[in-house]
Each structure stands twice: as structure tokens, then as C-alpha cells.
């Protein structure tokens, strides 16, 4: 029986020009996963509980779709040509967009997990880095790009939330340093190009005065999935939101906390806010 594969919450058209998406909080174990590490090890990669911290948009008309597969079996936020070579035992047959994730063995298909701890004890072979596309990244890819387009042909535009959770501290890999505490929110707009600056400021303001610490573009300025499909000037505006573990969840045993209930309370105010600034002014007469 084949692994699920993705979900979307809430209506298959959005009734309203936001977007969210959840690329990584599954954690369905896919059977030829093979990895040597415990599931609550892989899990250690996971946005855990993102989906549900957003799935009340879905009564707001606000698609949200999730993965449902792990991060660590295929991160869905990478150019499907970002393949680190030296998880193959055969070179890759075509062109390589390789990122600075590959140098920390966390590519398209991670290699290790934090530590330099290996995921498998083996190197994979082509056929199975091309299966892994064609059956995970390359539908969750064309189901967010159909939600995307719908919305955009509805309305004249559409706003994108990219939808993560980050560890409550610093890390040598991403900031040079180990053990500090990080923002309790990081705004990404790949440094104002893949929205309007309107928007990330809305966005920023909205959560300040809730009492967050914010941060745009430090350290996380977003990845693939803001920046294939985003095009500011056409109407087409994607925001990454990074939302620190701590807030809502006890990150070392993946339980949530009384957190969690504030955290999504706020956010959803965020949504609400977001359809009344740029939902009402810019949809072209839908409802």
C-alpha cells in the first residue's frame, strides 16, 4: 500500500487570495525509507504540529496544504536539482542546482542529521533519488502551484504563507555560532524579493504586537518553495514564517504545551488580518 502523500485542509479553490502550505511536518515513515536512524531520530527534522497550529484557516476558505512524508525522507523545500553527490553511488545524470544545504548533508534527500549523524549505511541509487521526485516532491510541487494559480485566476492575486517551526537556538551550521536563543518568529522574503515589502511588514506588525520578537530575513531568508513560485510584480506574493518550538511545544519529547493554544489563537488573527488588508482591497469582485 502506497504512503500517503500529501493533504489539503480545507477547499480545493481558495474562497479568499491566501495560500498556506506545510511542507514539513509529516512523518509518515515511507517503507523504502531504509534509513539506520530511530524514527524518533528522523523525527528530530520535523515541523512538528505546523499543520495543526494553521488548520483552522480551513473554515476561513484558506487552503493549507501539508506533506505528509518526512523531511528527512525528501525535504519538499528544495529545487529538484538539489542533489548532494556524495549520497550517490553512481553520478547524477543531469544538471545539478546544488545549495549550501548539501555542504551540511541536509540537500534535496538529507544525508545527515544534525551531529553529522549518517541517515543511511549505504549511498542510494539514482533510480531511487528519481523515485522519491516523481512520487513526493514533484506532487507536492504541482498540487501547491495548482492551489496557487486557482486562487490567482480567481482574484488577480495571491498571498503565500510558507509555513515552519525552527529550534530554539542557534546553531554553528546557520548562525556560527551554538546554544543562543533565536527570535521567537523569523520573517523570509529572500531580502524583499519575493513579496511585496507591504506584506512582510504586515506581517511583522501583526505578531510584534502580540508581544513576539521578529526577525526578517535573519537567519532564514526562504527557500524553494517562496522562491519558484512567487512573482511580486504579477500578483503573486510568498512570505516564509518560521515560528520558534518553544513557543508551543517541548521540543525533546514532541509534545505540545499551553502555548500551543495562544500561538495558534494569534496566528489565526494573523490570517484574519491578512484577508481584511489584502483580501478585501485586491480581489477583483469575488467573494
Known amino acids: 500500500m502506497k504512503t500517503p502523500v500529501l493533504i489539503v485542509h480545507g477547499p480545493a479553490v481558495a ?15 515511507p517503507p523504502d525509507f531504509g534509513s539506520v536512524r530511530t524514527e524518533a531520530e528522523l523525527r528530530e527534522g520535523e515541523d512538528s504540529f505546523i499543520d495543526e497550529l494553521y488548520r483552522p484557516a480551513s473554515a476561513r ?44 548533508g541536509k540537500a534535496l534527500v538529507w ?51 510558507n509555513c515552519h517551526s525552527m529550534g530554539p537556538n542557534t546553531s554553528a551550521l ?31 506588525d501583526v505578531l510584534t504586537g502580540h508581544g513576539y520578537s521578529v526577525k526578517v530575513n535573519d537567519p532564514f531568508k526562504g527557500v524553494e518553495l517562496v522562491r519558484a513560485y512567487a512573482a511580486p510584480a504579477a500578483g503573486r506574493h510568498s512570505l516564509q514564517l518560521e515560528v520558534n518550538k518553544r513557543l508551543y511545544m517541548d521540543p525533546a519529547t514532541l509534545r505540545k504545551h499551553e502555548g500551543f ?22 480581489a477583483r469582485g469575488h467573494t
Open 15 to 29: 474562497r479568499a487570495p491566501l495560500v498556506l502550505d506545510s511542507p514539513h511536518s509529516g512523518f509518515a515513515m
Open 61 to 104: 476558505g484558506v487552503p493549507l496544504l501539508a506533506a505528509l512524508f518526512p523531511r528527512t525522507y525528501l525535504d519538499a523545500n528544495r529545487h529538484a536539482g538539489d542533489i548532494d553527490p556524495a549520497l550517490l553511488d553512481e553520478p547524477w545524470p543531469q544538471p545539478l542546482v546544488p545549495s549550501e544545504k548539501a555542504r551540511i
Open 111 to 161: 544525508r545527515t542529521m544534525d551531529a553529522d549523524r549518517p541517515i543511511y549505511e549505504r549511498r542510494l541509487t539514482v533510480a531511487e533519488l528519481r523515485g522519491r521526485i516523481d512520487n513526493y516532491h514533484r506532487p507536492y510541487h504541482d498540487a501547491l502551484r495548482g492551489l496557487l494559480d486557482a486562487a490567482h485566476a480567481r482574484f488577480g492575486a495571491v498571498w503565500h504563507i
Open 174 to 204: 546557520i548562525e556560527g555560532v551554538d546554544g543562543q536563543p533565536r527570535a521567537d518568529i523569523v520573517l523570509g522574503d529572500r531580502d524583499g524579493t519575493t513579496c511585496a515589502p507591504e506584506f512582510t511588514a504586515f506581517v511583522r
Open 261 to 282: 493554544d495562544v500561538l495558534q489563537r494569534h496566528l489565526m488573527g494573523l490570517v484574519d488580518g491578512i484577508l481584511a488588508r489584502f483580501g478585501a482591497s485586491r
